[in-house]
């Protein structure tokens, strides 16, 4: 076989190659402290979080914590409502409606969760916060840490640090709150009573507060958030973006009083680099949209302020779509959107329709293992059955139980049973019909239970009875 | 595990720590152009450029972690091989220690209960020990006599006050302890058909069936007198010594109707309790006893 002649026609290149490491040592951010309205909104929607998350183990509803999830007895208290873990499709459910708002707000407003909710920055703007006020803002941070260390600074990064501490393990103990009652929580906490499970937990989460919040931050949305991927599939021309205003800001530069701007075909970015350190990501948004942003809105309120500082119009880094910078209108109403929001609004009104609907009460029937049926006479024939009765509201109820399906079917056992508050019995029931009523050897029959208090709290069961093989 | 094997899974798995660890350092580094941008390789296809976006330092750092994690757990604990580990932990005594706990959880609990007679767990206020003896009666008797207890065919109702054995407290435990094996021999060649048949009438008006063949009862009599009253008594009303139940009430294991009985009269019946002091602890077996016991005493 002849080989066929090939050539390596691989251009060569004269230009000289280096080797270079394709992992890089992290940069250091430090974050320039500014103000503004968007800085404003921001702290009002992060005091709302830490209010929520703070505020609501606290919450007390008929006497019980208003919102603890007991996993040791596997009920989930949410106000008057007690979900058990049967009902977690409602959970499922929840998330599914959570996703799609989100899904909403990023077509409609971008990243709007990133810089204004996501607990990420909430918590990470408040040690930025500590930080400043310990250690000084960003260039006497930057020069601080180049020098040698001295016995002032070093006081003043033991302040940081137990400020960091306290404000780790009080989110821990609100977290933990959640679980273990808190109002039992924080005393046992502040009297050194924890349990093995509270201490590690807490330890846990106070951890992964201080590890996020102080040491990784922005490194969590780049590196490790899902979100920060996804989202771009949903941005279209007419979403909400934080950007620059190119056509306006260039040429940038630095430039005198005495010389002409326009002379000197300057545009309006005087290149004061303020819109680059205030940013908590560390990235220049004058290099376009990028996946590092989290739309918190600092550069706009940096830009801002030095706009109307130097006597030009403010809004050269603003909010705006993409349409709009390219001199078109912005469509917000737009089909995606429309069919999002109609998404998301049958979904909540199907499941507020599903939580109001909701009858306290779970039923689950097993056939008795081993054996179909029970012939206790020649004429009537047994079948047995394990009721297992869940009440689920939070009162003691008595419930009647009946079976229908064969004419004249009888329940043996007593049709009464007591379950008390929250609790699960487990009911053997025995069955029993006369073999001329049977018309099949296989029977659907309904099992029902009523509260006799309230017999709107009920739940029917479907099983089957079997008969011998003679019963055609 | 032979000496093959154990080297053949070492081997694997050293080679595979090894090898990641290799890899990862191999692709550590790349190459770029010395005239490229900073935030370009240099490299350039068709209009593209291939961006320099380095991944941080700590991400490369978490492989050679998790590489170093892999080496110390293999020291630890059992995973090359043959070799135990320094900490000697095997999944047997770490299920030794697990039951060892449970039982210095559970122990005192049971103590409590073994003191007590089933009479006296009936009289207990709170009923504790009766609702212990349910669960462990579900795991272990259901199957058989039923989640309520009420037997089935073959298998004796428990919630009645009719006994094979007796229904004292003791008796029950006994039973469930050692088991019972019954017996009922097959009198079929001994009778002949028309015997069995004839016994069937008779069997059958013990226990107040009218409507019989009179000549039959009276051809029968003699026989059962003969045959049957050594272990059923003369009576028909049984012994319990020897688990030979009543024939004058209207229980009846097997089946009530004609054909079963003769069945039973032609072929004998072997009935089968399991032992269970080899599968329940002394302290259970009281506390089941005590249920079983309390299902046909609810009065007291």
Not at chain 1, 62 to 72: M, W, Y
Not at chain 2, 156 to 165: I, K
């Amino acid at each position: 076989m002849k080989k066929i002649p090939v050539s390596d026609i691989t251009p060569k290149s004269d230009r000289e190659v280096e080797t270079y490491d394709l992992y890089a040592k992290r940069i250091h951010i430090y974050v320039k402290f500014y103000q503004g309205i968007f800085k404003n909104f921001r702290i009002v929607s992060g005091a709302i979080m830490l209010l929520l998350f703070y505020g609501s183990p606290w919450l007390q509803w008929n006497n019980h914590q208003a919102i603890l999830f007991d996993l040791p007895n596997r009920q989930f208290h949410v106000f008057n409502a007690t979900f058990w873990p049967q009902d977690f499709m409602l959970l499922s459910g929840l998330m599914i409606i959570l996703a799609f708002v989100l899904f909403v707000v990023t077509v409609f407003a971008g990243r709007l969760w990133c810089g204004y909710a996501c607990p990420q920055f909430v918590w990470t703007w408040l040690f930025i916060w500590a930080e400043r006020i310990t250690e000084g803002d960003r260039s006497q941070r930057m020069a601080q840490d180049k020098q040698a260390i001295t016995a002032s600074l070093l006081l003043r990064k033991i302040v940081k640090h137990s400020i960091w501490f306290i404000l780790a393990i009080s989110t821990a103990l609100a977290f933990v709150g959640y679980f273990t009652p808190i109002r039992e929580l924080a005393p046992s906490f502040i009297n050194f009573q924890l349990g093995p499970w509270e201490f590690w937990w807490i330890g846990f989460i106070a951890l992964a507060t201080y590890g996020n919040a102080g040491w990784l931050r922005e490194q969590v949305c780049i590196y490790m958030c899902p979100y920060a991927r996804f989202q771009s599939v949903m941005f279209d021309s007419d979403t909400l973006i934080i950007s620059y205003d190119e056509k306006r800001g260039e040429n940038r530069g630095k430039r005198s009083r005495k010389t002409s701007v326009k002379a000197e075909g300057l545009g309006d970015c005087i290149d004061c680099n303020h819109c680059v350190n205030v940013c908590p990501t560390g990235i220049d948004i004058r290099d376009g949209l990028q996946v590092e942003c989290v739309a918190c809105g600092a550069c706009v309120d940096a830009c801002d302020d030095i706009m109307s500082r130097i006597g030009y119009e403010k809004g050269l880094i603003k909010y705006t779509t993409e349409n709009q910078l390219n001199g078109g209108e912005t469509k917000i109403i737009r089909p995606k959107l429309i069919a999002y929001l109609l998404i998301v609004t049958a979904m909540l009104g199907y499941f507020g329709y599903i939580i109001f609907a909701r009858v306290p009460i779970e039923v689950d029937v097993h056939r008795d293992r081993g054996q179909l049926f029970i012939e206790v006479s020649d004429e009537i024939i047994e079948n047995s059955y394990m009721l297992k009765i869940a009440n689920k509201s939070n009162f003691d109820l008595q419930y009647s139980l009946s079976v229908t399906g064969i004419e004249g079917m009888k329940l043996i056992t007593k049709a009464s049973v007591f379950v008390g508050a929250g609790k699960l019995v487990d009911y053997p029931i025995q069955v029993q019909a006369h073999v001329d009523d049977i018309q099949r050897r296989n029977t659907h029959i309904l099992i029902k239970v009523v509260a006799q208090s309230a017999p709107e709290i009920h739940s029917e069961i479907e099983s089957r009875f079997i008969a011998p093989a003679y019963i055609q | 595990m032979s000496p093959f094997w154990s080297a053949w899974i070492s081997i694997i798995t050293l080679a595979v720590i090894f090898g990641c660890s290799a890899l990862l350092l191999m692709t550590r580094k790349s190459e770029k152009f010395k005239d490229a941008t900073e935030a370009t390789t240099g490299h350039v296809f068709d209009g593209i450029e291939e961006l320099d976006n380095p991944l941080p330092m700590w991400w490369f750092q978490l492989f050679v972690g998790t590489v170093i994690f892999g080496l110390i757990y293999l020291v630890l604990y059992p995973g090359l091989g043959n070799y135990k580990g320094v900490l000697g932990w095997t999944s047997v005594n770490q299920w030794e220690e697990e039951i060892q706990h449970a039982d210095n959880v559970y122990a005192p609990l049971f103590a409590r209960y073994a003191a007590l007679s089933a009479e006296d767990l009936l009289k207990d206020e709170n009923r504790a020990g009766l609702l212990m003896g349910q669960r462990l009666y579900s795991n272990s008797c259901s199957v058989c006599h039923g989640t309520a207890a009420t037997g089935a065919y073959g298998f004796p109702n428990l919630t009645d006050t009719d006994w094979l054995y007796g229904g004292s407290a003791e008796t029950i435990k006994e039973t469930i302890a050692n088991g019972r094996t019954g017996s009922m021999p097959a009198w079929g060649s001994v009778l002949g058909e028309s015997g069995v048949r004839d016994m069937t009438s008779y069997v059958l008006s013990l226990s107040g069936t009218t409507d019989l063949d009179a000549e039959a009862i009276a051809r029968a009599k003699p026989k059962f007198q003969a045959l049957c009253i050594a272990c059923h008594g003369s009576d028909g009303t049984g012994t319990q010594a020897l688990g030979a139940p009543n024939l004058t009430d209207k229980v009846w294991l097997y089946g009530s109707t004609y054909e079963k009985i003769a069945h039973t009269i032609r072929t004998g019946r072997a009935g089968s309790m399991p032992a269970h002091k080899d599968l329940l602890s002394e302290n259970k077996i009281n506390l089941i006893a005590g249920y079983v016991y309390s299902l046909s005493n609810k009065d007291k």
